[in-house]
């Protein structure tokens, strides 16, 4: 009887390992199309057309509307940041005005956002020279990461910051450059 059970149990373990097995072998082969659920690249057109016009790097440009609005054209934060890539009205205005763009415009339409908060971000990398520093002002605004970086406890270079005191911040900007990587990675590109 004993070793009756003892086979059950040997054939239970053994099948279950094949299930292991199979189940990792699936996820290794289809690994890459999961990810691309969470990690995809929509509105492809406006994100190539103004990152390649204002030099931005692509994968920045999906890492910031993936953590700014889930590719969500009508999000709207509690701060009352709109669109994919999360602009306030003063932010979208200014650049507007940047690029040379009369009116108001329509925060919520996909082209005008992306090509606002792409150009925001190319003008925050000319003004600090450094893509983490930009980040980090597109996320906690341009004079506090200036106020930062003349403080010798947070920025040892003026240009990077090696300490970030705002805790959502620095999580903004850890999140980015994980998605950035996920989308060089999954893209190969």
Same mark, same amino acid.
Do not use: C, W
């Given at each position: 009887?004993?070793? &009756?059970?003892?086979?059950?149990? %040997?054939?239970?373990?053994?099948?279950?390992?094949?299930? @292991? @097995?199979?189940?990792?072998?699936?996820? +290794? @082969? /289809?690994?890459? &199309?999961? @990810?691309?659920?969470? #990690? *995809?690249?929509? /509105?492809?057109? /406006?994100?190539?057309? #103004? +990152?390649?016009? #204002?030099?931005?790097?692509?994968?920045?440009? #999906?890492?910031?509307?993936?953590?700014?609005?889930? /590719?969500?054209?009508? +999000?709207?934060?509690?701060?009352?940041?709109? %669109?994919?890539?999360?602009?306030? &009205?003063?932010?979208?205005?200014?650049? *507007?005005?940047?690029? %040379?763009?009369? %009116?108001?415009?329509?925060?919520?339409?996909?082209?005008?956002?992306i090509r606002c908060g792409v150009y925001c971000l190319a003008y925050l990398n000319r003004y600090f020279g450094d893509w983490d520093t930009a980040v980090a002002a597109y996320n906690a605004g341009i004079g506090n990461v200036m106020n930062w970086l003349k403080d010798p406890s947070l920025s040892s270079d003026g240009v990077h910051l090696d300490a970030i005191p705002f805790r959502e911040t620095e999580t903004y900007l850890k999140r980015i450059k994980r998605a950035e990587k996920a989308y060089k990675i999954l893209y190969r590109s």
């Open positions: 009887m004993r070793s &009756d059970k003892r086979t059950r149990f %040997g054939i239970a373990v053994l099948v279950f390992l094949a299930f @292991l @097995l199979l189940a990792e072998a699936l996820l +290794a @082969l /289809f690994a890459d &199309d999961i @990810l691309r659920t969470h #990690y *995809r690249k929509e /509105f492809s057109g /406006f994100v190539g057309q #103004y +990152a390649s016009e #204002y030099g931005v790097p692509e994968n920045l440009v #999906y890492a910031v509307i993936l953590s700014e609005s889930g /590719f969500r054209p009508d +999000a709207v934060s509690g701060a009352g940041a709109k %669109g994919l890539m999360q602009m306030m &009205d003063a932010s979208f205005l200014e650049m *507007r005005g940047r690029i %040379g763009l009369e %009116g108001e415009g329509n925060i919520f339409d996909p082209e005008q956002n």
